[in-house]
């Protein structure tokens, strides 16, 4: 059967795929949801939403890689659960660089703030979800390891 390591592996690289397949395809090519306009220092600092979310976990990626390998799987099992925090994090910061450059953050949490709090959740609803999935399954296929108990 498939090594726990090998699974996680897996699961961790399975989202960062559909996301680049997403980005590749040309999808999530919106403008500026921050009211800065458009323009080249606008799609260079603040890149469309797909690369966006590839950027974004493929960071995390890293980070639950780098944990697996250097980590008890006990210790990775448990900071498997704080990814989705990191990636919703990583989406919030990721706007600051612009917003900051334009001298924009009042203007930009009056108008987009509640849109950016309901995709902070939403992210973390979809992340934990994924993370109980994954997890779900992991027990799923050790049960189905387990030897059968005598009767």
Not at 12 to 40: C, H, K, N, R
Not at 98 to 126: F, S
């Amino acid at each position: 059967m498939i090594r726990l390591r090998t699974y996680y592996i897996w699961a961790i690289l399975a989202p960062l795929v559909v996301f680049a397949m997403v980005a590749a395809a040309g999808a999530g090519d919106d403008a500026s949801m921050l009211g800065l306009g458009p323009g080249a220092s606008i799609h260079w600092l603040y890149p469309r939403s797909a690369v966006r979310e590839v950027l974004a976990y493929a960071i995390v990626a890293s980070w639950l890689l780098w944990g697996l390998h250097h980590r008890t799987l006990a210790e990775f099992q448990q900071a498997v659960w704080r990814a989705p925090v990191v990636l919703a994090l990583i989406h919030i910061l990721f706007p600051m660089a612009v917003i900051l450059a334009k001298g924009a953050a009042r203007a930009v949490v009056a108008e987009q703030g509640g849109r950016i709090l309901v995709r902070a959740l939403v992210r973390l609803l979809m992340g934990f979800g994924y993370v109980a999935l994954v997890q779900w399954v992991r027990r799923q296929l050790e049960l189905g390891e387990a030897p059968e108990a005598s009767t």
